[in-house]
């Protein structure tokens, strides 16, 4: 059974830093991408980035587009999310996702789906 678990989540000033992880259990992690997604109530679900572990590609959305940082380290199955220059658009809770899965809940992201889904961390950028 996939289970993903985010830490790292909390309150931050505009322009601050923060770096999120994930830990992926019951996965060949090797084989599908590991990516972050973003929600605030009343809004859809948005990609943010992904991390492939068979050669380290990585893909980000416009908005984070030299601000985060993906990375990930395969022996440990943890996936992270380092975020620079926080600004009050980025607030949201941040769901951490694993390529595959038939979920009706799945998003795609860069061409490819994530139907597996963590519980999210909380993410607030404030003055």
């Known amino acids: 059974q996939v289970r993903l678990v985010e830490t790292g989540g909390g309150s931050v000033q505009i322009g601050g830093s923060m770096r999120l992880s994930c830990a992926a259990t019951?996965?060949?992690?090797?084989?599908?991408?590991m990516g972050w997604f973003r929600q605030t109530p009343g809004k859809v679900r948005e990609g943010v980035a992904y991390?492939?572990?068979?050669?380290?590609?990585?893909y980000y959305d416009d908005s984070v587009k030299g601000r985060f940082t993906i990375s990930q380290e395969k022996d440990k199955n943890t996936a992270y999310l380092q975020m620079n220059d926080l600004q009050h658009e980025d607030s949201g809770m941040y769901f951490c996702?694993?390529?595959?899965?038939?979920?009706?809940?799945?998003?795609?992201?860069?061409?490819?789906?994530?139907?597996?889904w963590g519980q999210g961390t909380p993410v607030t950028v404030s003055s």
């Open positions: 991390i492939c572990p068979s050669d380290d590609r990585t």
């Open positions: 019951g996965v060949a992690y090797n084989i599908n991408c």
């Open positions: 996702a694993r390529e595959g899965g038939s979920s009706a809940l799945g998003r795609t992201l860069g061409g490819r789906f994530f139907g597996y």
